[in-house]
C-alpha cells in the first residue's frame, strides 16, 4: 500500500552560488558522511560534476521527506537520510538513527528515482508500507 509520493525539482544554479558563497558549511549540512565523501572527490575531479551530485542528493531528500509526510521535522533531518546507490546503478534511500527507527517502526520501504539535466536536478520518491 502506497504510504506517500514526493516530487522535488532543484535549480542547479541557486545549488552553485550557495556553495560560491558559503563553501563547504551547505554539503556538510547536508551529507551524511558517505555522501560527503563522494561530494568531495567528485568535486576534485570535476566542480561541476561535484555541484550535480549536491543538488540530486538535495532534491531525493527533499522528495522523501514529502513522501514520508515529515518534511524537514524531526525526527527526518537531512544528514539521517543517505543516498546511496547499488551496484547495478539504482538509487536507495540508507536511513540511520532516530529517522531509521521511525522508519522500520512503520514497516515502510522506500523507492527513490533522481535525474539532473543542465540546470535542474528532480527526484521522485515512492514511499510504501509492507
Same mark, same amino acid.
Given at each position: 500500500?502506497?504510504?506517500? *509520493?514526493?516530487?522535488?525539482?532543484?535549480?542547479?544554479?541557486?545549488?552553485?552560488?550557495?556553495?560560491?558563497?558559503?563553501?563547504?558549511?551547505?554539503?556538510? /549540512?547536508?551529507?551524511?558522511?558517505?555522501?560527503?565523501?563522494?561530494?568531495?572527490?567528485?568535486?576534485?575531479?570535476?566542480?561541476?560534476?561535484?555541484?550535480?551530485?549536491?543538488?540530486?542528493?538535495?532534491?531525493? /531528500?527533499?522528495?522523501?521527506? /514529502?513522501? *514520508?509526510?515529515?518534511?524537514?521535522?524531526?525526527?527526518?533531518?537531512?544528514?539521517?537520510?543517505? *543516498?546511496?546507490?547499488?551496484?547495478?546503478?539504482?538509487?536507495? *534511500?540508507?536511513?540511520?538513527?532516530?529517522? /531509521?527507527?521511525?522508519?522500520?517502526?512503520?514497516?515502510?520501504?522506500?523507492?527513490?528515482?533522481?535525474?539532473?539535466?543542465?540546470?535542474?536536478?528532480?527526484?521522485?520518491?515512492?514511499?510504501?508500507?509492507?
Amino acid at each position: 500500500m502506497i504510504y506517500g *509520493i514526493g516530487t522535488d525539482i532543484c535549480d542547479v544554479r541557486r545549488i552553485r552560488a550557495s556553495l560560491e558563497r558559503h563553501g563547504d558549511r551547505f554539503p556538510r /549540512k547536508v551529507l551524511s558522511d558517505g555522501e560527503l565523501a563522494v561530494w568531495q572527490a567528485r568535486s576534485v575531479r570535476w566542480p561541476e560534476r561535484g555541484v550535480r551530485y549536491l543538488a540530486t542528493r538535495f532534491s531525493a /531528500k527533499e522528495a522523501f521527506s /514529502k513522501a *514520508i509526510g515529515l518534511g524537514m521535522r524531526l525526527p527526518m533531518s537531512w544528514r539521517l537520510c543517505e *543516498i546511496t546507490k547499488e551496484v547495478s546503478g539504482k538509487p536507495a *534511500i540508507v536511513l540511520h538513527g532516530g529517522l /531509521k527507527t521511525w522508519f522500520e517502526a512503520r514497516n515502510l520501504v522506500a523507492h527513490v528515482s533522481v535525474t539532473d539535466e543542465t540546470d535542474y536536478a528532480a527526484s521522485f520518491c515512492v514511499v510504501e508500507q509492507k
